[in-house]
Each structure stands twice: as C-alpha cells, then as structure tokens.
C-alpha cells in the first residue's frame, strides 16, 4: 500500500513538474517576444534616440508577420506604404484598363499637311478630322490593292468608330463608271478603309508612365517589407535596408521619366540625355547605399540629402521644358503638379532628416506621429500627385503630338 501510494507520489511530481515547465516555457516565450526599450536593443537596431519604446527585437519570423497585425513603433511605418503601395497597383490597373490606348480623332490636328503628301487628300482632307504627322500615310499609292486585316474586332477602335469615319469619307469618285455592282463598291471601300485606319493608328507610348507606377509601387513594398522584417536579425536587417533604399532610388529615377519622355519627345538628344543622366545616377546612388558605413546612424543626414539631390536635380528639365513649352497651358499644369510633388518630398526629407516632432517630445511619438511616419505619408502624397502630372502629359501629346 505504502509502495502505491509512493509511486502515485513520483507520477503526480512529475506531472506538476511538466506542468510548471510548460507553463514557464510559455511565460518565457511571453516576455521574450515583448516589446522592449531603446536602450534594450542591439546595436544595429538603434536608429532613433527619440523614439524611447514599443520595440521588436531579434523575433522569429512567426511572430514577426503576425506582429503587422499589433500595435508597435513600426506599425504605421509598415501600414502607411502597404496602402499606398496597393493604391499605385489600383491605379496601374485602371490605367492600363481605362486609359484609351488610341487618341481620339477629333482632337488631332495636322491632317491636312499629311494628306497634301497622299493620293486621296482632296478627297479626305475636308471629311476626316485632324490627325497627327503619319509619313507612314505615303505607303497607300503602293498598298491599294492589299486589304489588312480588319479593324473591327479591335474593341480600342470602336469606341471612336474609326473605320467607319474612314469608309464613309471615301468619295464616289474613287471608283470607274462600270463600278456599279454594289458588292464590288462595298469591297473596296471595305479594303481601303482597313488599310488607311491602322496608318491614323498612333497612339504615344505608355512605358515611361508604367515604368514611373513600377517604381512607385517597388518602392512602396520595399518599404514596407523593410520595416516590417529588419528587427529579425542583423543579416536581415542589412539586406532589407539595402533594398529600401534602392526603391527610394528607384521611385525617384523613375518619376524623371514621363515628364524627360513626353517633354521632349520630339527632341531625342535632350531626353537621351536626361533619361540617362538620372538613370546612371540612380545606379550610383543604389550602389552607394551598399555600402556598409552607409547604414549607420550618423549617415542619417547625408542620406537625406544624398536622395534630396537626386530629386533637385529634376529642376534642369522641367526649367529647360518651359522654356521651349512656356506657351503651351499642359507645360504650365504640369509644372505645378511638379512643385507640389517636389513640395510634398521636400518636406518628407525635412522631417526625415531633422526627427521632428519627436525630438521635441521623446517618448510621445512612439506609436504615432514621429518623423519616419509623416515621411511616408508626404513620400505616397508626392508620388500620386506625380501621377496626375502624368496623365496630363500623356493628354497633351495624344492630341498634340510634336506640335509645339
């Protein structure tokens, strides 16, 4: 009985004593994974002396992807670029959907210096409505015996009915008088207008506005994965950092290139010249944040002005855009929409470099208000309203083209 009763004894201390470590193991697991203070850090995590508490240190990436669902000093820091990163995906996706991929006829001028060059003008130029220069036009005195395939499976043309604009602006007199068989006249009509609509067909390119959205959009999510992930370890925290400042490089580098494009589409030595002046130095700017000397806290300020100056350096074309655009009210929009957005990055590199407000008030920013966040906001506010300049460049040139 007493042997029984010992060994009931055993059993019963040894599941009180898997008991105590299980639940020790968990309170561990809980004060481990707590949010911690500045002074509690590594040194690869000291960033902000203002900023005092409310930090993750060297998590798990478990805990790390389930924190973007808590409140910690990098929630918003996480949060304010996601958005803004799903904003520009939306937008790229309307802008592709939307956005009509063919200009609009009756917008276009120029039409009758192009068809003075053609068979037809006499009769086209007083019917059709002003188009764009299209030297490609010349090729109907060769092409009126071969049909293109039809246009009218092209839902982008049917919305501005181009190919029947095209067929009823076809005189009579194109035909012989022993023409009379109305399924002969319908046919070339048919074929001539198949082979004069994709001439009109010019839409401006669209790869410099997409290239400017993939930026913003890398950028945006580099950001975002940077903060959320880089209180993992040193080695993480080294290659995410890396990778949020070669978005800022991108972001910016990309935004020159739909005003240098549009701008001086019909000057190719001035938008060679710009698109590849800020393209080598946002590679410069990229491989010099690889630097490891770059990352520390002291270098804080001179990255600020190191992606600042890549910015000013923006002020060259558009000053050289208004100059040969100055009479033209889009190169005025434009360049508004442009100050606003140099405006809106200004004064994110301003409070970026300067920690303000919570320099003045360490410890009450913590959670929301400090610098890093306001940056992020003023950075998505620069790059949409750098997205609407876009659109109006984009205007201007399908209806203008080159004209001046």
């Not at 599941?15 to 707590?34: A, D, P």
């Not at 890396?242 to 991108?250: E, M």
């Not at 002020?315 to 033209?328: F, T």
Request: charged fraction near 15%; aromatic fraction near 12%.
């Amino acid at each position: 009985m007493s042997e029984a009763s010992s060994d009931c004894g055993v059993v019963s201390s040894e599941i009180n004593s898997q008991s105590t470590e299980g639940k020790g193991k968990r309170l561990w697991k809980r004060v481990k994974y707590q949010l911690v203070e500045y002074h509690s850090l590594p040194g690869y995590l000291r960033d902000n002396e203002y900023i005092i508490g409310h930090y993750r240190s060297e998590w798990p990436l478990k805990e790390i992807f389930l924190s973007i669902f808590t409140i910690h000093n990098e929630t918003l820091n996480v949060w304010t670029h996601l958005i803004g990163f799903f904003l520009f995906l939306s937008l790229t996706i309307y802008t592709a959907v939307k956005l009509p991929k063919v200009v609009d006829l009756h917008s276009l001028p120029n039409l009758p210096d192009v068809l003075k060059r053609a068979d037809l003008h006499k009769e086209l130029m007083h019917c059709l409505p002003s188009m764009p220069n299209m030297p490609a036009l010349q090729r109907l005195r060769n092409e009126l015996k071969s049909a293109l395939p039809s246009m009218d499976s092209l839902p982008s043309l049917s919305g501005w009915h181009l190919l029947e604009l095209v067929r009823n602006c076809l005189p009579e007199s194109l035909y012989h008088a022993n023409h009379t068989d109305t399924c002969v006249l319908t046919s070339i009509k048919d074929d001539v207008g198949n082979m004069i609509a994709p001439l009109l067909v010019r839409p401006i390119t669209r790869w410099p506005f997409f290239a400017f959205l993939g930026g913003a959009m890398f950028c945006l999510l580099a950001s975002s994965t940077c903060h959320l992930l880089s209180c993992h370890s040193r080695r993480l925290a080294y290659i995410m950092l890396r990778l949020d400042y070669a978005g800022i490089a991108a972001l910016i580098a990309t935004s020159f290139y739909p005003p240098v494009y549009y701008s001086f589409m019909c000057e190719p030595f001035f938008q060679y010249l710009y698109l590849s002046s800020i393209t080598l130095l946002g590679v410069a700017t990229v491989i010099f944040s690889l630097l490891p000397v770059f990352q520390n806290p002291e270098f804080r300020t001179i990255r600020a002005w190191l992606f600042f100056g890549m910015g000013v350096s923006g002020v060259a074309p558009i000053l050289h855009k208004l100059v040969v655009y100055g009479d033209q009210p889009e190169a005025i929009h434009t360049t508004g929409y442009e100050i606003l957005m140099g405006i809106f990055y200004g004064l994110g590199a301003l409070v970026y470099a300067t920690r303000i407000p919570e320099r003045w008030m360490p410890g009450k920013f913590d959670i929301a208000g400090h610098s890093h966040q306001l940056f992020h906001v003023l950075v998505v506010a620069g790059a949409y309203t750098h997205y609407h300049a876009g659109l109006v460049y984009l205007r201007w040139r399908d209806m203008h083209g080159c004209r001046r």
